[in-house]
Each structure stands twice: as structure tokens, then as C-alpha cells.
């Protein structure tokens, strides 16, 4: 029988009831089986790679909680299994990836595994060299902004990417512009083998962002499912509201090797793997679930046997499934667009006016696409006026359309260039300067 819960646990969270609480838990359960199930299929010999999320469950799954899937924008890395799984991605369709099948809704099973992407959930496909996801996020986020509406963007990694530029470019752009993006560090100690302490000065992401204007700062224990949601609702709904970013930094332990081609026990004792398996959040998330009342044993081991017998029922349904055709590997590797051919097809263009220079041909072309479509915007180093580029490409332009579409980009190329992928998935067509390029 299961206890009456504690009131004082939850009222201020009001949101957080039963059927959403036994959710989370049973997404979290479904992240660890499907860790176990692809190790298994990948010793049979039915696939050939896999990197878990097993110890990161409660923190992914609290912050996928509290933001709206479908709406907000999500750019989750590749630990990230049980966020997806809370956000909407089904045991079957992360497995169609894994196993690569024709209708795994990612890629339809061109990608790695645990390369999340689904077009309805707004999940946005990361790309394998870690770190450039930041800065696509943020042109995301710049694009919600520019449509006025309040979704918010989630961006995460290991602490280990935090070293690659991009992210502090990141960081400071966003707190520049306010944007409403939520980084989400998993901190698990290790980037595959090198420790923090050789990563990062002082050994702290929390401490390294300290000086960014506009950015809200949380650190967090992410086995405690309870705290890690209270810090993302805060981080949203401050996001919502036009404050700017915020930065979560949530300590998980790492119970698997860094992926199925290491060997974590050359450069980790025994004895900090057994306080990882200590501090294990699904066992913790049980206990406060005893806790409140909502869970007794009985019902635990119910639903980890209908979690496991489910997953092992997806997997063979899913290995039935028909693979990539050989036959269409090359479709997708060019846009489907008919540029070329629809230029082809248009008359030649007449010649008006006076002759001018190469420069000034750009400007007028820049000035009718701005005029004849509202998503076009143009940024880069010394874009605006009344610099107007430095070779006056865009001279005049920002008096003409306002520094919403004609602005300055800080002088980072890896900026301008990522945060022209991220406008773009938002509908935008960046025009991007690269100065000397």
C-alpha cells in the first residue's frame, strides 16, 4: 500500500503531480533499458557503435519538464536519450536510429546513433564535431526573437565542450542579446578520459561564465531530479520573459565507459566508479518517490519489468524493419531545390540605369531582397552603419530596414557563420559577411 505524500515536498511546484512525476521516472527507466538493450545488440554484432546516457537520466528528464515539446526548440547531444524521451522521441524511433533504419525519423538511418533529430518535437539534429551546436542554438533563439514569440531554445553538452570557442562565443552573444537559450552542461567529470581538473581553470564551468552580463548561472546536483527541475523552470520562464539565458550546470556521474570504444576502468579506481553506482539517480528517484507516497515496491518492480519487456519487444519489431535502400545513398546529399534550373529558365535580365561597380550592384541586389522578403537579414563584422561594411557593401541598408535585419555580429567567424545555420532553421535567410574571408 502506498503512503499518503508529504505536501510539503511539492506545493510549490503544483505542476509536478503524479501522473507527471511516474512519467519522468518511467522515461528515466526506459533511458537505462535501452542503454542495456543496444549494448546487447551491438555484442550480437547488429550494429557497430553506442555511447549511453546511463547516470544523466534525472537531469535530462527534469529538464525536458519544464519546456513545452513541439514548441521550444531543442538541441540535444548525444548523452541526451532520456531528454528525448521526455520530450516525445518513442523507445522505437531512437532504436530505428540505432539500428539504422529507412524510418528512423532522424536521418532514416544515415546518421551515427544518438544523433537525436525529429522535425514535429523540434529536435535539431546535432553534428558530430561536438561544440558547434551552441551557436546554432543561439541563431535559433535570435530567430524567436525576431518572430516575437516567447519559445525557448535548450543547448547541451559535457563539460568537456565547454573548452571548444564556440561556446563562449556563445555565451557572450547571448548575453548580448538576451536570447532566450537554456545551456545545459552535464558535468560528468570526464571528456572520454581527461578529467576537469585538466580541462577547465579552476575545474569549474559554473565559475567560468561569471562574467557575461544577462546570464543567470545554476549548479545543480543532477542526480537530485527535484533541484535540477526547480533550476530549468526557473531558467525558462525567466527565458519567456525576455531576461536572457541562463546557464545549468548539473554534477552527474557517468556509469558506462565514455562509449562501446573505451575502457573506463585504464584511467578510473574502482573506487570512483563505486561511488558513481552510489549516487546512481534512478534508485534516488525512487526513495523520494517512496517518499511522497506515490510509488511503493511493488509497483517498482512492475514498471521495470514492463520497461524492459517493452524495449525488448521494440528491438525485435525493429530489426525487422527494412534498411536504407543502396540505391538512394546519394539522395539528400544535394538540396532538392531547383536553382539552377529555374535561373535557366528565366529570361535574361535587361540592363537599366547607368553602369556601376561590382560593389555598388551588390548593395542594390542586398536592398531589393530585403525590400521584397522580411526574412532576409544581413549581419557580419562593420555590417551596419555608418561603417556600412568595409567596403560598403551595406552602406545605407541599416537606416533603411533598422538594426533588427542590417547589424553588427561580433568579430567571430565561427559566430557569424553558426549563428546564420541557426537563424535559418527558424524559417530566416541570413545573409552572413565574412570580412577577408
Request: proline residues 5%; hydrophobic residues 35%; charged residues 25%.
Amino acid at each position: 500500500m502506498t503512503k499518503k505524500a508529504d505536501p510539503d515536498l511539492l506545493e510549490h511546484l503544483p505542476e509536478l503531480n503524479k501522473e507527471i512525476l511516474l512519467s519522468a521516472y518511467r522515461n528515466m527507466l526506459f533511458g537505462r533499458r535501452l542503454d542495456e538493450k543496444m549494448m546487447i545488440l551491438l555484442r550480437q554484432g547488429k550494429t557497430y557503435f553506442h555511447i549511453g546516457n546511463s547516470g544523466h537520466e534525472a537531469a535530462q528528464a527534469a529538464v525536458a519538464l519544464a519546456m513545452r515539446p513541439g514548441y521550444d526548440w531543442f538541441y540535444p547531444y548525444y548523452r541526451d536519450m532520456t531528454f528525448c524521451l521526455q520530450i516525445g522521441l518513442t523507445p522505437e524511433e531512437i532504436l530505428m536510429g540505432f539500428l539504422a533504419r529507412a524510418q528512423d525519423p532522424s536521418s532514416g538511418g544515415r546518421q551515427m546513433p544518438s544523433h537525436w533529430g525529429h522535425k514535429e518535437l523540434h529536435i535539431v539534429s546535432q553534428s558530430s564535431p561536438t561544440g558547434t551546436q551552441y551557436l546554432q542554438a543561439l541563431g535559433c533563439a535570435m530567430g524567436c526573437q525576431r518572430e516575437q514569440t516567447d519559445e525557448v531554445v535548450y543547448v547541451s553538452s559535457g563539460e568537456g565542450t565547454t573548452s571548444q570557442g564556440d561556446f563562449h562565443e556563445a555565451l557572450n552573444w547571448a548575453s548580448r542579446e538576451k536570447a532566450p537559450v537554456i545551456f545545459f552542461i552535464e558535468d560528468n567529470n570526464y571528456a572520454i578520459s581527461v578529467p576537469i581538473s585538466e580541462q577547465i581553470a579552476g575545474g569549474s564551468v559554473y565559475n567560468i561564465a561569471s562574467g557575461y552580463e544577462n546570464l543567470r548561472r545554476f549548479q545543480v546536483d543532477g542526480t537530485d531530479f527535484l533541484r535540477t527541475y526547480e533550476a530549468a523552470r526557473k531558467a525558462v520562464r525567466r527565458a519567456r520573459r525576455g531576461e536572457g539565458p541562463s546557464l545549468i550546470v548539473a554534477k552527474v556521474g557517468r556509469l558506462l565507459p565514455h562509449s562501446s570504444s573505451d575502457d573506463h576502468t585504464r584511467y578510473r579506481s574502482r573506487e570512483e566508479l563505486e561511488r558513481d553506482r552510489q549516487n546512481d539517480p534512478i534508485p534516488k528517484m525512487e526513495k523520494w518517490l517512496l517518499r511522497l507516497g506515490l510509488l511503493d515496491e511493488a509497483t517498482i518492480e512492475k514498471m521495470r519489468e514492463e520497461v524492459k519487456s517493452l524495449v525488448d519487444e521494440t528491438a525485435e519489431r525493429v530489426e525487422r524493419l527494412p534498411e536504407p535502400s543502396p540505391a538512394e545513398a546519394t539522395t539528400f546529399v544535394y538540396s532538392p531545390s531547383r536553382c539552377v534550373e529555374t535561373i535557366a529558365e528565366e529570361k535574361e535580365p535587361e540592363s537599366v540605369g547607368e553602369p556601376v561597380v561590382i560593389v555598388d550592384a551588390i548593395n542594390h541586389a542586398l536592398d531589393e531582397e530585403l525590400a521584397r522578403n522580411e526574412k532576409v537579414l544581413v549581419f557580419g563584422q562593420d555590417v551596419a552603419d555608418d561603417k556600412g561594411g568595409v567596403f560598403t557593401v551595406t552602406k545605407g541598408l541599416t537606416r533603411k530596414y533598422g538594426r533588427k535585419r542590417v547589424f553588427n555580429a561580433p568579430l567571430a567567424e565561427s559566430s557569424i557563420v553558426g549563428v546564420a545555420v541557426g537563424l535559418a532553421t527558424r524559417g530566416f535567410k541570413p545573409v552572413a559577411e565574412i570580412q577577408f574571408g
